[in-house]
């Protein structure tokens, strides 16, 4: 039997869906998460990109890049996580790409947006791409004792930060998106999404984005941080 180690952050999204694909499939591992800001040598050499995740099988092969990563453990599990038609297969990787772009922007609102005007350019286009999911997508009720779907799992980690930012900016970032909504309360209710992160997760995100110097960081260091666990 394999071994895998998942090398990761506590809080990046992408190794919050590997986290999710391991533990649905029941698959043991070792997890070892890392400062994003102080990348040890070791992780350096194991990573070609040195990014988070890296997920080490067997002591000796390294895979990198969470997509690549989701793929192998569901193909060694037999699964396949969107259906087996070929069209719904296409469409539903269509959707992750755009999943992926939203948390690229939520990565902007975070890292690079200094100013009010580049976060108004930030949420426009945050806008724009939950206009196509909305409109591609009719979302399922998400069954609490059922897997979910691959979908589910790239959507869960993009909607989770929301609730964060909404609070920092004072804007609702599911304005106009009712199904979006839903999908993502329900998606927070989930164990395999709750347990995808700590406990604290929350509070760390807070002070992870409030060192930091865009426009969100300096409203969210304006706010006492047990008011806004408050608001969550």
């Not at 391991?22 to 194991?46: S, V």
């Not at 200094?114 to 108004?120: A, F, I, N, Q, R």
Request: proline share 4%; charged share 20%; hydrophobic share 45%.
């Amino acid at each position: 039997m394999s071994s895998y180690h998942l090398i990761g952050h506590r809080l990046c999204p992408y190794v919050q869906r590997v986290a999710m694909v391991l533990a649905q499939n029941g698959i043991a591992h070792k997890r070892t998460d890392i400062a994003l800001d102080a990348k040890p040598d070791w992780f350096l050499a194991l990573s070609p990109t040195g990014n988070v995740p890296v997920l080490v099988v067997d002591d000796e092969r390294t895979l990198f890049e969470a997509a690549a990563i989701c793929q192998y453990l569901e193909a060694i599990t037999g699964k396949n996580p969107c259906g087996v038609d070929a069209y719904d297969l296409a469409l539903a990787q269509a959707v992750v790409a755009i999943g992926d772009k939203l948390l690229s922007l939520t990565a902007d609102l975070i890292y690079r947006d200094l100013s009010e005007s580049s976060v108004d350019a930030t949420m426009h286009q945050i806008h724009k791409q939950m206009s196509i999911v909305s409109d591609l997508m009719s979302p399922q009720v998400v069954d609490t004792d059922k897997d979910l779907s691959m979908l589910d799992i790239v959507f869960a980690t993009v909607f989770r930060p929301f609730a964060l930012i909404a609070v920092g900016l004072n804007r609702d970032l599911f304005a106009g998106f009712p199904r979006l909504r839903g999908w993502a309360s329900d998606l927070a209710k989930h164990e395999t999404v709750r347990n995808a992160v700590p406990a604290t997760y929350y509070r760390e995100l807070h002070e992870f984005i409030a060192c930091k110097d865009g426009y969100l960081a300096r409203r969210l260091r304006m706010i006492p941080q047990d008011n806004i666990m408050l608001a969550l």
